[in-house]
């Protein structure tokens, strides 16, 4: 999905890609691929109607491995290895805690946070320039969440404050036939400072409880938040990771977008990418939930991936550098 979906919006790009049969010796490695996009820092932008406080980043190499089952046979789960798959989160948000760690002091916490955010988000993060405000009030100004406990709304402020990003390095993906079908779940590179290790075990502590006591509504109201959180998370409360489907809509390429037409949906490119339903609410076609482009180091945008909701043209594939089979 990652791969084909920076294809059909960036088709420009000429990808070297090393298609391999087996690993390393000693290695599990079944088959791997590797993709480098040149020297283009490759940014994909989440659906900001997903409620998902990161983006997506592949800076250099792109490297997956589908791992050998450890014992063999149909029930064991497969695992994928990544690398190269890099989450960061919203620089907005790093920049805010940081501000709020500074301006509160020992005074610091989930309620001076949230009254801080609620008397100053317009003036010092404006919804025509702040994704992470749009992201906000898109899942708290919905009618269906105003009557939810203000506790709610504090928790998931700081719970964002500390998302640390990550880079995944593996998904496995599991038969679940009680309930989900396939689900999956994943690991995450190991911090590499002290601060990093700190923000996540706050993100830890604060999933668990999420998942231990709002999984279901949040399923309803913000599922691509809450299934990500349960890949990351839900083997450690003793639950099922997320839907395999959830996660691979999640990490698709839209197929259209562009601004709403009032309200703080006028200044979000990223508003219509959701999916079509009829006047029943039945779904009718699926959208993918990321928007491509090409960035510059440091997160500046340096072109949208065509014009927002246009059809996007065939997949454009590019020359095999190292393709070779190891028998």
């Known amino acids: 999905a990652v791969l084909l979906g920076i294809q059909e919006h960036l088709p420009e790009l000429r990808p070297e890609i090393d298609l391999r049969e087996g690993g390393p010796a000693g290695s599990t490695e079944l088959v791997s691929l590797a993709v480098r996009f040149g020297d283009a820092a490759l940014v994909g932008e989440v659906a900001t109607l997903s409620r998902c406080c990161f983006e997506v980043r592949i ?43 500074r301006l509160l002091g020992s005074g610091f916490n989930r309620q001076s946070a949230y009254q ?8 010092e993060y404006p919804l025509q320039t702040c994704k992470f405000h749009r992201m906000f009030e ?58 990093e ?57 839209a197929k259209w977008w562009g601004p709403g037409e009032d309200g703080w949906h006028q200044w979000d490119n990223t508003y219509t990418c959701k999916d079509k339903r009829n006047k029943l609410g039945m779904l009718v076609e699926e959208n993918g939930r990321i928007v491509w482009r090409v960035g510059k180091s440091g997160g500046d945008s340096v072109v949208l991936a065509g014009k927002p909701g246009e059809a996007k043209p065939g997949i454009s594939r590019g020359p095999l550098w190292c393709c070779r089979r190891r028998r």
């Open 59 to 101: 800076g250099g190499l792109l490297r997956f491995a589908l791992r050998r089952p450890s014992g063999g046979g149909s029930k064991q789960p497969l695992v994928l290895a990544a690398s190269g798959f890099d989450l960061p989160n919203l620089r907005d948000v790093g920049e805010m805690r940081d501000k709020l760690a």
């Open 197 to 253: 290790a700190t923000l996540v075990e706050t993100c830890r502590q604060i999933s668990h409880t999420v998942l231990r006591e709002n999984r279901s509504a949040g399923e309803r109201f913000a599922s691509s938040t809450t299934a990500f959180c349960a890949m990351l998370y839900g083997h450690e409360v003793d639950q099922a990771g997320a839907r395999a489907s959830t996660i691979v809509k999640l990490f698709s390429a």
């Open 138 to 195: 898109s899942l708290f100004g919905q009618k269906a969440t105003q009557l939810l406990p203000l506790q709610i709304k504090i928790d998931a402020l700081w719970g964002y404050l500390h998302n640390p990003g990550c880079s995944i390095q593996t998904f496995t993906f599991h038969k679940d036939h009680k309930s989900r079908g396939v689900t999956v779940t994943a690991t995450r590179a190991a911090p590499t400072t002290t601060e």
């Open 116 to 123: 801080w955010w609620q008397a100053n988000k317009d003036k």
